[in-house]
């Protein structure tokens, strides 16, 4: 497997953080979990609300929700793979807020996602924007378990 891997993840239900967990373990990678400054509380994420808050967020295309803690050092990681539930087909927005918070130049990127519904779609490519730089992106899959020959199958094509 690569060397200086980081997985970080935005996990709102816990299946996203399970899974990345499981591809760090398997690539030998440090596992970094992208928190919100302001928890989403249960209300926050009733998709079925247009006033909820990640109803809002995900209708504001600038909308940009506030990281806890982004003080990662990036320059000791040459790949960065990044996990994200399915919000609206695409990534949540804190995603973004984290790509742009970092200089990713000279990176590979991996999205991976996890849905109940749709799949990968466009979402990895959506987020090509919120990258300046010279940035390899790898093309985005979808697993929803922590399946360990799924994710080695995967790695071995991705790393």
Not at 54 to 80: C, G
Request: with cysteine; net charge neutral; aromatic share 8%.
């Amino acid at each position: 497997m690569a060397k200086n891997v980081l997985v970080a993840i935005f996990s709102a239900s816990g299946v996203t953080e399970r899974v990345g967990k499981e591809i760090a373990r398997i690539a030998g990678a440090e596992f970094y979990e992208i928190l919100p400054k302001e928890k989403y509380t249960a209300a926050d994420l009733d998709w079925m609300n247009k006033k909820s808050r990640s109803s809002v967020e995900m209708n504001d295309p600038s909308a940009r929700p506030e990281i806890a803690d982004n003080a990662l050092d990036m320059s000791s990681y040459d790949t960065v793979i990044i996990g994200f539930p399915i919000w609206w087909g695409v990534a949540p927005r804190i995603i973004e807020t984290f790509l742009e918070s970092y200089d990713l130049s000279g990176k590979k990127i991996i999205p991976f996602c996890t849905s109940g519904g749709s799949g990968v779609g466009r979402s990895d490519l959506a987020l090509h924007k919120n990258v300046s730089g010279d940035v390899k992106w790898a093309k985005g899959k979808q697993i929803n378990r922590p399946n360990e020959s799924e994710i080695r199958r995967w790695l071995d094509e991705v790393l």
